[in-house]
């Protein structure tokens, strides 16, 4: 399995940006997706998780009413898309696939539930 992340770059606060991830190598409909982030000296963190149908989304606190996340079946994609960004959202983002296939609870906020990870995107928000 291979994801690859893409969209990050540096911005100024209040503006956005749009990542994109792409999979391959099984079949990308089947798994919940997630992205992560990474601050310096931090540990990596969820930010945002949506289920493998697509029907249920989960962020972290800090995003909420900010950033979204969808999918595309079709094109085996997953986005992220960020608005109003702070200062605080500066980090590397990391998209990550679900061990689980066709997996329907709510776990989906810890690192241990996710096998393939991306290589990061940079994302820098300038105050």
């Known amino acids: 399995v291979q994801l690859q992340a893409s969209g990050g770059g540096l911005v100024q606060a209040g503006g956005s940006l749009r990542l994109s991830c792409t999979a391959s190598?099984?079949?990308?409909?089947?798994?919940?997706m997630g992205w992560f982030r990474q601050a310096p000296g931090k540990e990596r963190d969820i930010v945002a998780a949506?289920?493998?149908?697509?029907?249920?989304?989960y962020y972290v606190d800090s995003v909420k009413g900010r950033f979204y996340i969808d999918r595309d079946n079709a094109k085996n994609t997953v986005h992220l898309q960020m608005n109003s960004l702070k200062p605080d959202d500066t980090g590397v983002y990391y998209c990550?696939?679900?061990?689980?296939?066709?997996?329907?609870?709510?776990?989906?906020?810890?690192?241990?539930?996710?096998?393939?990870w991306g290589q990061g995107t940079q994302v820098t928000v300038s105050s």
């Open positions: 949506i289920s493998w149908y697509g029907d249920r989304t």
């Open positions: 190598g099984r079949t990308f409909s089947r798994y919940g």
């Open positions: 990550a696939q679900d061990k689980r296939p066709y997996y329907s609870g709510t776990d989906y906020l810890g690192r241990n539930s996710y096998d393939y």
